[in-house]
Structure formats: C-alpha cells, structure tokens
C-alpha cells in the first residue's frame, strides 16, 4: 500500500512538474509580452534660421517652456541694416520704374519723323526691366524682413528643454542644433516583441505598461506594428554586393519586432522620460480598443473600389471582355 501510494505520489508530482514546465514554454514562448520596452516621445531639434551672436537666453535647461514662448534672441542690428538697405532699394527701384514708364510714354507719343521705332522700343525694353528689378527688390525686402523675424526664436511647441548648449553670448551658426525640446503629452512606449509571438498581437489590442521607475502600471491599446527591421546581410561593401555572412548558427533567435503602444491615460504625478525602461503586457481587445484583422500589408495590395489589374494593355482589356462576356451569358 505505501509503495502504491509513493508511485502515485511521484508521479502526481511529474505530472504537475510536466504541466508547469509546459505552461511556462507556452508562457515565455507564445504569450504576447516583453521587457525589452522604452518609453518615447516627440522630439524636436532647435536650431536657429539666421546666424549671430546670443543677445538674450530665457530658457534654462530641463525647463518648461510653452508653445510660441521665447527661447534665445539674436542680435538684430546686422538684420535691421539689411532690412533698412532693402527697403531703400525697393524705393530706389519704385523711382527708376516711374521714370522709365514716364519716358516709354512719352516717346509713345512722339511722332515717327521725331523719335526712331528702335528707340521707341528701347524705351518700352528698359521699362520692363525696371518693373523686373523692382520685383527682385521687393522679394530682397522680404526676405530681410523674415530674417529680422528670426532673429527671435519661439519655441515651436510646447515641452522641456534638453541638452541646452547655449549660453548668452554665443556665437550660433544658422542651422545648427543647440537645444531640444520633449514635446508634453507625446509619450508612448516601444516594445520589441519576439516575431513568435506576434500572431497574438493585433492594431487595437489592449496593453498594460509597467515602468521600473517605482513599479508604475500604465494602461494603452497597440497603434501600430513595425514593418521591418534592419538586416546586417543587406549590407554593401564598396562595389555594391552584399555582404552575406559566411557562418549560420545552429540556435536561431526570434528577432524583435517594434510595436508602438500608445498610452490611453497618464497621472498627473506619474514620471516619464524619454529612455524609461518597462514591462508590456499586450491582452486580448474587449472592445474599447477592437483589435483590427491582420491582412496583407497596404503596399502590396490593391484597394478594393479598383480592379486587379489597372493597366491600359491588351491583356487586361482582354480580362475585362471575357468577364463582360461571363456576366452577359449568367442570366441565359
């Protein structure tokens, strides 16, 4: 009777060893999630448009700004020399166009034995021209009135400022970064999920984010999944040929997919920083977030308001008779 009960003890016991070990193959292997997710966010880069010393800074660095706030003012006496310079040239130009359209007409009125039909011509040419220049001037004008604009720089959104590499007095170059701004309410997390388990991963699907930082549960829906990534295989040597590798190992690893989780609500007392590390837990939809069908890629598709084959050739001319021809013999 005992040794009856210790086999069926033992293998009660690997029975439940066999199940847990399978549950967690399945778990691991299949289960839609992921620790290897960052936090993003929108980013935008702020250069100046116009070049010059730094007069005024008013941001500082890590600080909030709002949309169409000040951040650093360039020096605008060069610019407002150049503005004051157009301006006198469209003035100059305006002059030199009344004068040649006040000689064009008189010389128009002039009978043939006073003036010759070359000169009356020169005179309508240089009239032309005049009006030419004076167009040219006006768009000088413009454009220095905008670089005097730029001079001032606005924040473009609204966000903190990062990587301040400014400070009053500074020589900055058109064109060249010297701080960004992290957009507010842009953040969104990016997790790269195995490939074998993104048959259980569609657009809509509901997500649970939880950060390291203090163990913070988050709640989003999955806006999109990532349709490709990089292979070290496509790469070109100087003559333009592939390099594929020479060695293939036997133990294949899933690659990683990115999804893009977007989060549905953030606490107002909840920390995010673009680089965060967290968990995704991607769930079945339960219809605040419908999962949409996964179908073939809209690149490799043909929109179903056209037909397949939208060529102008015989041969689709050909396809659209026979099926003219099959539908006027169903109804026989």
Do not use: C
């Not at 005024?56 to 020399?81: H, M, S």
């Not at 020169?122 to 768009?139: D, Y």
């Not at 673009?274 to 079945?284: F, K, L, P, S």
């Amino acid at each position: 009777m005992r040794n009856s009960l210790r086999i069926l003890m033992t293998l009660v016991v690997v029975a439940i060893a066999v199940a847990a070990g399978i549950w967690l193959w399945n778990y691991y292997l299949f289960t839609p999630w992921t620790r290897d997710a960052r936090v993003r966010a929108e980013v935008v880069t702020i250069a100046p448009d116009v070049s010059g010393w730094v007069r005024t800074l008013n941001v500082n660095d890590t600080g909030f700004v709002a949309q169409g706030d000040p951040l650093f003012e360039i020096d605008p006496a060069r610019y407002q020399a150049a503005l004051d310079q157009a301006q006198a040239t469209v003035e100059n130009r305006e002059a030199t166009l009344q004068l040649r359209q006040t000689e064009a007409q008189r010389r128009n009125q002039l009978s043939s034995r006073s003036i010759s039909a070359e000169d009356r011509q020169i005179a309508q040419i240089n009239s032309r021209v005049a009006a030419a220049n004076l167009k040219q001037a006006q768009a000088d004008l413009a454009s220095a009135k905008l670089d005097l604009e730029r001079t001032r720089v606005v924040a473009p959104i609204s966000g903190h400022v990062l990587n301040l590499q400014l400070a009053a007095g500074n020589y900055v170059t058109r064109g060249t970064p010297v701080m960004a701004l992290v957009q507010s309410n842009s953040y969104y997390v990016m997790g790269y999920f195995e490939e074998t388990k993104m048959s259980s991963i569609d657009v809509g699907d509901p997500a649970e984010v939880i950060l390291m930082n203090g163990d913070t549960h988050l709640h989003g829906h999955v806006a999109g999944i990532g349709r490709g990534i990089a292979d070290t295989n496509t790469t070109l040597n100087n003559q333009l040929l592939p390099q594929v590798q020479p060695t293939f190992n036997w133990v294949r690893l899933a690659q990683r997919i990115p999804v893009r989780i977007t989060l549905d609500h953030i606490p107002d007392d909840t920390l995010l920083s673009a680089g965060m590390t967290a968990t995704v837990r991607v769930q079945h939809a339960d219809g605040e977030h419908p999962a949409e069908p996964a179908g073939e890629p809209a690149s490799t598709t043909t929109p179903r308001s056209l037909p397949a084959d939208r060529r102008p050739t015989a041969q689709s001319q050909s396809t659209a008779e026979t099926s003219a021809e099959n539908a006027t013999e169903a109804p026989q």
